[in-house]
């Protein structure tokens, strides 16, 4: 290295040779042990500086804000939510309820502003008195005989089962994805 | 390429959904970013507001990041330094003459034990906001956020030369401007 070269990263990077390019730190320290004394000198001088902004610090975050970004991280969907086929295959009233716990999970700081904006948040409208509870015992029926019926010509079939259930996981993940998109592998 | 991304494993599990490692990404660059944007802007409640839309957009990515394409760390800090400069951008256009906040505001308000470093903190605030955007972005990205000149080069998208001169013009416009102002003699 030449001294030229020494004073020119010097004036860029400081006299703190960690924050010189790794690949010239090593003559830089040789230099600076046996080169001329004035190169000692403008290393003093340049720490001046190096000190002056150190002086300048952030504060660090304090832990409302830490949370808060924390919290805005969209939740995974538990495991259980989606591999018990009957279950997922047949509550749609839960899948639903929990895609609103998802957004809301996701853009908390969107539904508090709406909170605040329009009043009380909107209720879903599965939630209206006494229209969700009898529906939702009819579909149930409704779905767990076909289920029933799926079993009972799978068994038939032999080799549809598996295939089937392959089938199923892909259009769980695939619901799973449209509401969060947290579950990718 | 880059294989040895020390924040990949990190991020996989946060692109999982793993709810400590989302902490855990938030205590690992929450301060590099505050660091950056505050110095940026000038303004520590910009700075946060630039942290939280960034970490928005880490949630979004996470699950579809593609190890080896670019170091995380250059990548957060690129969706920082847009944030930054949009922000600045803005503030120019609605108050082209009240571009340079006082960082000195504040002091009435701290108490007498820290004045003095506060003090020494804000006329180096003061000064770090008066250098032309590039020169300070230079410097910040290099000495205050420790990246490497390839790597604080290629966020600025110039070669490495020049962010070597934009750093010489900011190390001297900055020891200009501290030259006349009191400094401390107990290093001397």
């Not at chain 1, 999970?105 to 509870?133: I, L, Q």
């Not at chain 1, 289920?147 to 089938?167: H, Q, W, Y």
């Not at chain 2, 409640?45 to 996470?62: G, I, L, N, S, T």
Request: one cysteine or more.
């Amino acid at each position: 290295m030449t001294p030229e070269r020494f004073h020119a990263l010097l004036d860029a990077c400081g006299a703190d040779l960690r924050r010189w390019p790794e690949a010239e730190r090593d003559a830089a320290r040789e230099l600076l042990a046996n080169g001329p004394p004035a190169l000692r000198a403008a290393c003093a001088e340049a720490t001046l500086l190096d000190r002056d902004l150190d002086a300048y610090q952030v504060a660090a975050a304090d832990a409302a804000l830490i949370e808060g970004i924390a919290g805005a991280a969209p939740s995974v969907v538990p495991e259980a939510a989606y591999i018990a086929p009957i279950a997922a295959a047949a509550s749609a009233a839960a899948s639903d309820s929990a895609r609103v716990e998802t957004t809301a999970s996701v853009a908390p700081s969107a539904a508090a502003a709406s909170s605040s904006a329009g009043g009380p948040r909107a209720r879903p409208w599965w939630r209206g008195a006494g229209f969700f509870w009898p529906r939702a015992g009819w579909a149930l029926t409704g779905v767990a005989g076909a289920v029933a019926g799926a079993l009972v010509v799978s068994v038939v079939l032999g080799d549809a089962g598996p295939a089937a259930a392959t089938d199923w996981q892909k259009r769980a993940t695939a619901f799973i994805d449209r509401g969060t998109d947290w579950s990718e592998e | 390429m880059n294989d040895d991304d020390p924040d990949a494993e990190l991020l996989a599990r946060v692109g999982r959904g793993e709810p400590r490692a989302v902490r855990e990404m938030v205590e690992r660059k929450l301060g590099r970013l505050l660091s950056l944007a505050e110095r940026m802007l000038g303004r520590r409640v910009e700075a946060e507001e630039v942290a939280q839309e960034v970490f928005v957009r880490v949630w979004k990515q996470a699950p579809h990041w593609q190890p080896g394409r670019a170091r995380f760390d250059t990548w957060l800090h690129r969706v920082a330094l847009n944030l930054c400069y949009d922000r600045l951008r803005r503030r120019r256009e609605e108050a082209p003459d009240d571009d340079a906040d006082d960082p000195a505001a504040d002091l009435a308000e701290a108490p007498d034990a820290l004045l003095e470093a506060k003090q020494r903190d804000r006329r180096v605030a003061r000064a770090l906001a008066e250098l032309p955007q590039r020169q300070r972005e230079a410097l910040v990205l290099q000495y205050y956020q420790e990246l490497s000149n390839g790597e604080a080069a290629e966020l600025m998208g110039i070669g490495i030369e020049a962010l070597e001169s934009l750093l010489v013009r900011a190390r001297r416009s900055l020891r200009a401007r501290l030259a006349g102002e009191p400094r401390r003699n107990d290093d001397a």
